[in-house]
Each structure stands twice: as C-alpha cells, then as structure tokens.
C-alpha cells in the first residue's frame, strides 16, 4: 500500500471508531456507516494501484465487507446490554476490520493489475 493510501486507511479506521462509540448505544447502525465507508477504501486503494472505479473486483470487495460487517456484528451483539464495554468493543472492532479489509482490498486490487485472481 502506498503511503498516501496508508494514510487515509489509518485515518478512516480512526473515523470508524469514533463513528462505531457514539452509535453504540443503536445495535447495528454503525454497519450502516461502517460499510460504505469499507468500499470508500477499497476505491481509494485501487484507484492507488492505478486502477479504474469499473475494473476494481466489486464483486469480491462487497462480499468480504459483508462478511466481516456481519462477524462483527455477531461480536458487537454479544455486547450491547453493556453501555461502556459496548462502545469499546464497537471502536475496537471497527478499527480492526476497517485496517484489515483495507489490506485485504490492496491484495485484491494488486492481483487484478496483474490480471490473477483476487485473494481468498
């Protein structure tokens, strides 16, 4: 990942964070930020590795933003009776995956420049 794209994945993980704490109290609303946020840095990331919106691998992209929001908020659910540990683990765990999924994307962008698969 280029340097630029390190720091804007650093920066939306933050963003995912603090977004995640204050909708703590709502089970699930932050998924509703959190998600496009994760295709926000998969664009980013791609159009990093010079490629075009059209040529990303959305399919790819969208299904594994899905299943980490969807494990994610398995984890947050077990959680959400707990006012102060809710918002903790919400912060937590949207750093993690926004961090994670951006190096996943990068990956999956990198294999379709040079024409291979994308990750698994």
Request: hydrophobic share 60%.
């Amino acid at each position: 990942m280029t340097p630029r794209a390190t720091t804007i994945v650093r920066a939306s993980g933050l963003g995912a964070a603090v977004i995640a704490a204050v909708l703590s109290p709502i089970p699930l609303a932050d998924e509703l930020v959190i998600g496009p946020g994760l295709l926000g840095v998969a664009a980013i990331v791609g159009l990093d590795r010079g490629l075009k919106l059209p040529e990303l691998p959305w399919r790819v992209l969208v299904a594994t933003a899905a299943a980490g929001l969807g494990a994610r908020a398995a984890l947050n659910l077990a959680v959400t009776s707990l006012p102060g540990v809710a918002a903790v683990v919400n912060a937590a765990t949207a750093f993690a995956l926004t961090r994670a999924y951006a190096e996943w994307a990068d990956r999956a962008c990198a294999a379709t420049t040079v024409g291979s698969a994308a990750p698994a």
